[in-house]
């Protein structure tokens, strides 16, 4: 098992802002209104609580590298919302929001290289599960209906955006297409 020690800095920090970048990019990819957002943003927050990723995506307890990067969220928010509770501007956070969808493929594509490069297979399997876990939940959390209020679904831009972050993760390739189960199976959901 890797630990944080094994990758440079920049590495690091790569792996450490996957889940935001993850979960904000998802909210901005999301058509499902106010009451939609802010149910997309109870889950991607639910989805870093440690209890919840465990619990939910059965994720083996000795996976030190999800651990870690877990454990490193609560920091990082700080950073995005602190200037919003500190003098009420949601600016850093409407940026980072809106800069998630334009970085997260990108970014994911840099994780899989990481990944492949330092990483065992099987703890960098369960690592991209994770990041499309979270971006699963925080798709389906927004709901259809008025105002985001309907029941729990994923619209086709979501749907598109799940498959661009599979690929760009590697999750499935080329050549297993024939042969790879379906991402509600590698989801775990």
């Not at 920049?10 to 802010?38: Q, Y």
């Not at 651990?67 to 609560?74: C, G, H, S, T």
């Not at 993760?169 to 590698?186: E, K, N, Y």
């Amino acid at each position: 098992m890797t630990t944080r020690a094994d990758y440079t800095q920049r590495e690091w920090a790569l792996l450490a802002e996957a889940p935001m970048l993850v979960g904000l990019g998802m909210i901005a990819t999301s058509r499902s209104g106010l009451v939609g957002t802010v149910r997309e943003i109870l889950a991607y927050r639910s989805c870093l609580r440690r209890e919840t990723a465990l619990a939910i995506e059965r994720l083996d307890q000795q996976n030190h590298l999800i651990i870690a990067v877990l454990d490193e969220q609560p920091a990082r928010h700080r950073v995005l919302t602190a200037p919003l509770f500190s003098s009420g501007d949601p600016i850093p956070l409407l940026s980072a929001v809106l800069t998630a969808r334009l970085r997260m493929v990108e970014h994911c594509e840099k994780i899989a290289d990481v990944l492949a490069d330092r990483t065992p297979y099987a703890e960098a399997q369960e690592f991209k599960r994770w990041l499309m876990w979270i971006a699963h939940r925080v798709a389906q959390a927004g709901g259809g209906g008025w105002l985001g209020s309907g029941t729990t679904h994923t619209d086709p831009e979501e749907e598109r955006m799940l498959d661009r972050l599979a690929v760009s993760l590697r999750i499935g390739s080329i050549v297993d297409a024939d042969t790879a189960p379906p991402r509600a199976t590698l989801l775990a959901t």
